[in-house]
């Protein structure tokens, strides 16, 4: 705990309260704590404004405590707790603005075994965008943990940026895994790469790999890596990636999964035909 200097230190906000004069007290991180631990939205956002507070007086290293202080919104259940949603996107916001150090932490913390947190954590390295990419890629290359490289391809998909074509080869190996989770949220993730990747960066070759990888998860045994491999190659053609003949392809692909071909042998899942639908919509488009 930050228990040195009690004097603003240079950096912090002029002209704002900190969190020892809001609370009164020597050491604000008992009072953080303890309300960051409540159920109640009041004492919720109340905490954040302090641990707010506090990263300003000190700095974002020197407030490295919070971290795990802050971390333990990242549990709430957003199905269970959807008036908390507004709340834990602020707590991953405030992550975020601790900086680059937080990263490892953050990529540490996908091991945490608790889906909510993994989740909000995922977001977290997303928003931190293009830097946490090859602490994430290692984290995979070192991890045999199916559930481990999961929640990294999820982070993986959520950054926004063109650097992310680096992780090209690790989510095309990932799509063709033997375990339904990895190769599920790999499939979702080619299109969440597409989304990235400026047209003039993908290569022909990486777009091919992307083509046959996809039209090969089409005929996966499992309904939901169907319907998000149609969604992804909807993304790519969203994303202008397509061809001519590839979209044709498409086309063709989608109506057979609806039906509207001579073989009337549409897709009996009904998440495959709604994303042919909408692919449709992208590839007439």
Same mark, same amino acid.
């Not at 895994?177 to 990486?206: F, M, N, Y």
């Given at each position: !705990? ?7 230190r240079?950096?912090?906000?002029d002209?704002? +309260?900190?969190?020892?004069?809001? &609370? ?15 159920t ?7 905490? *954040? ?11 974002s ?23 908390? =949603? ?11 603005g ?9 990529v ?28 994430? !890629?290692?984290?995979?290359a ?10 990294v391809?999820? +982070? ?7 650097r992310i074509?680096k992780? +090209? ?5 990932a ?9 599920? &949220? ?11 990747i ?12 992307? *083509?046959?990888?996809?039209h090969?998860?089409?005929?996966d ?14 993304k *790519? ?8 003949? /590839? ?12 039906? /509207? ?18 692919t449709?919509?992208? =590839?007439?488009?």
């Amino acid at each position: !705990m930050a228990t040195e200097s009690r004097q603003p230190r240079e950096g912090a906000e002029d002209g704002g +309260a900190t969190a020892l004069q809001v &609370t009164g007290a020597e050491d604000p991180y008992p009072t953080i704590r303890s309300l960051l631990t409540s159920t109640s939205p009041e004492e919720l956002r109340k905490g *954040l404004e302090l641990a707010k507070h506090e990263i300003a007086r000190v700095g974002s290293r020197e407030a490295k405590p919070l971290f795990e202080i802050v971390s333990v919104i990242f549990y709430i259940d957003p199905l269970d707790r959807p008036d908390l =949603v507004p709340i834990l996107d602020e707590a991953v916001s405030l992550v975020v603005g601790f900086g680059e150090w937080v990263i490892p932490v953050l990529v540490d913390h996908l091991e945490a075994g608790d889906i909510k947190a993994q989740l909000a954590v995922g977001h977290a390295l997303g928003r931190i965008g293009a830097e946490a990419i090859e602490p994430l !890629m290692a984290k995979y290359a070192s991890s045999a943990d199916p559930s481990t490289r999961t929640f990294v391809l999820y +982070a993986l998909g959520k950054v926004k940026s063109p650097r992310i074509v680096k992780a +090209a080869s690790l989510v095309l190996e990932a799509a063709r895994s033997d375990d339904l989770e990895l190769r599920d &949220t790999a499939t979702r993730a080619i299109g969440k790469l597409a989304e990235s990747i400026p047209v003039e960066e993908l290569t022909d070759d990486l777009r091919r790999k992307f *083509l046959e990888r996809l039209h090969a998860n089409l005929a996966d045994t499992n309904a939901v890596v169907r319907a998000k491999a149609v969604r992804s190659l909807g993304k *790519l053609a969203k994303a202008g990636h397509l061809r001519p003949p /590839e979209r044709e392809a498409l086309e063709a692909v989608c109506k057979g999964l609806l039906g /509207e071909d001579e073989s009337f042998e549409w897709d009996r899942a009904y998440g495959v035909r709604r994303e042919a639908e909408e692919t449709l919509r992208y =590839v007439r488009g």
